[in-house]
Nanobody
Framework: QVQLVESGGGLVQPGGSLRLSCAAS????????IGWFRQAPGKEREGVSC????????YYADSVKGRFTISRDNDKNTVYLQMNSLKPEDTGVYYC???????????????????????WGQGTQVTVSS
């Protein structure tokens, strides 16, 4: 069964850090593009960062460049999102997703209505507030 499970969210003060994890089961993450997405209340889901199969290329939304880092641990079949210098506008539910390599990571992160491999997980809540 294909499954992605997100974890690591929480409540953090502005300027703080969190590391999100996305554990995959039922397939090998390294064969797919992987991305992190977020959805704030009342807003559309948006791409935050996407990483290509083999980690050859990455994409970051302008709003997170220099603050967030996506990485993979193939031995653990897990992808991470290190988030530093968090801002209140980073608040939202964060999801990870996997797609095939027939599209670019930029397309993965920016296309509307992405239909990822195995669907969307339950997400993990990130709240940045003092």
């Amino acid at each position: 069964q294909v499954q992605l499970v997100e974890s690591g969210g929480g409540l953090v003060q502005p300027g703080g850090s969190l590391r999100l994890s996305c554990a995959a089961s039922g397939f090998t993450l390294d064969y797919y593009h992987i991305g992190w997405f977020r959805q704030a209340p009342g807003k559309e889901r948006e791409g935050v960062s996407c990483s290509s199969s083999g980690n050859a290329s990455t994409y970051y939304a302008d709003s997170v460049k220099g603050r967030f880092t996506i990485s993979r641990d193939n031995d653990k079949n897990t992808v991470y999102l290190q988030m530093n210098s968090l801002k209140p506008e980073d608040t939202g539910v964060y999801y990870c997703a996997a797609v095939g390599t027939d599209i670019s990571v930029q397309t993965m992160c920016t296309m509307p209505s992405l239909d990822p491999w195995g669907g969307w997980g339950q997400g993990t809540q990130v709240t940045v507030s003092s």
